[in-house]
């Protein structure tokens, strides 16, 4: 099978598209024929190794995941001895912590992040239904945020804040939605309540005051966040900040007993993507597209990735649709 491999850590030129050896079945497995994936911020700080951290959990001297790619959407092609819940030929998408889904195939455990793609829902469309998502999803359920709380969210057109965007406004919590200019009315259009331009203003000086102020870029700062936050506010982030502060500060605020930080990690159960598919059924949730790339143009999508400049979501067509 054909799959994007990297086998040191670098620049995105270091990817190339090669034949390797299909992953094999064992019991519990699917192996889906991948349709489509996505490129994220995740597949480019793995690729790169940066910051340098991370390597203590992908590999020091060189990665341990040689394909990288954590979301898919595609058809199961064979399955294990004990699968109960797929069948081949069942339309399936979902997360792959392990990555491996820059490939034509890839297994997955049937107990993983995996789910039946919603009937009439082209597989390129659901494809990114996942890793910004259950972010999202996770920061959210692991903050306690309700329906009729007043949230901030900075960032709203990544693939983290357009969904968080979304699912926030679906839990009845009324969402401030930042971001640039030519970017409003999409924002709006996720269900943000109000909008603020961030080339126009500057967010910390809004003088509304929020029960959350969700930093989905990581970007800003509790220091700078501060004053729109109530007394028992909450500053959530998805980065460690440039001094790596907020692996401390969570700490720090919850034994001041006032202003809060919290970085999340992410909850990876199947439940999560369920929860995911339903919303998706519904309409209530979508993925934001920004750019679609041939698999054989990978390396570009990396580079315009790393420009910092996607809306949503960057999809890689693995199998052309019919």
């Known amino acids: 099978?054909?799959?994007?491999?990297?086998?040191?850590?670098?620049?995105?030129?270091?990817?190339?598209?090669?034949?390797?050896?299909?992953?094999?079945?064992?019991?519990?497995?699917v192996r889906v024929a991948v349709h489509a994936t996505t490129v994220n911020r995740t597949d480019c700080g793995v690729r790169a190794g940066h910051p340098f951290f991370i390597r203590a959990l992908t590999g020091l001297f060189r990665p341990r995941a040689t394909v990288l790619g954590n979301e898919f959407a595609g058809v199961v092609e064979s399955v294990g001895p004990g699968v109960r819940r797929f069948s081949a030929g069942d339309?399936?998408?979902?997360?792959?912590?392990?990555f491996g889904a820059h490939a034509e195939l890839l297994s997955i455990s049937q107990d993983g992040l995996v789910a039946a793609v919603p009937a009439g829902l082209p597989l390129e469309d659901v494809a990114p239904a996942t890793e910004g998502a259950h972010y999202a999803l996770s920061i959210i359920r692991k903050a306690g945020i309700s329906g009729g709380q007043d949230?901030?969210?900075?960032?709203?057109?990544?693939?983290?804040?357009?969904?968080?965007?979304?699912?926030?406004?679906?839990?009845?919590?009324?969402?401030?939605?930042?971001?640039?200019?030519?970017?409003?009315?999409?924002?709006?259009?996720?269900?943000?309540?109000?909008?603020?331009?961030?080339?126009?203003?500057?967010?910390?000086?809004?003088?509304?005051?929020?029960?959350v102020v969700f930093d989905a870029v990581g970007k800003s700062s509790i220091g700078r966040c501060r004053p729109l936050l109530k007394p028992r506010g909450l500053y959530l982030t998805t980065d460690l900040g440039p001094w790596s502060q907020?692996?401390?500060?969570?700490?720090?605020?919850?034994?001041?007993?006032?202003?809060?930080?919290?970085?999340?990690?992410?909850?990876?159960?199947?439940?999560?993507?369920?929860?995911?598919c339903e919303r998706i059924a519904s309409g209530r949730f979508r993925p934001v597209v920004d750019r679609r790339y041939p698999f054989g143009q990978?390396?570009?999508?990396?580079?315009?990735?790393?420009?910092?400049?996607?809306?949503?979501?960057?999809?890689?067509?693995v199998v052309p649709p019919r």
């Open 151 to 211: 949230v901030l969210v900075n960032g709203a057109t990544g693939a983290i804040g357009s969904a968080a965007v979304q699912l926030l406004a679906d839990l009845g919590a009324r969402v401030t939605a930042v971001c640039g200019t030519a970017h409003t009315g999409l924002v709006r259009g996720l269900g943000a309540d109000r909008v603020i331009d961030r080339d126009k203003a500057d967010f910390t000086k809004d003088g509304h005051h929020y029960d």
């Open 91 to 98: 339309r399936v998408f979902g997360y792959s912590p392990r």
């Open 1 to 29: 099978m054909r799959a994007a491999v990297r086998t040191t850590y670098g620049p995105p030129e270091i990817v190339h598209l090669t034949d390797v050896p299909a992953p094999q079945v064992g019991p519990g497995d």
């Open 298 to 317: 990978i390396v570009e999508a990396y580079r315009y990735v790393e420009t910092g400049q996607k809306v949503g979501n960057v999809v890689i067509t």
């Open 246 to 276: 907020n692996a401390v500060l969570p700490v720090v605020t919850r034994l001041a007993r006032g202003r809060r930080v919290m970085l999340p990690t992410p909850i990876e159960t199947p439940q999560v993507i369920e929860y995911l």
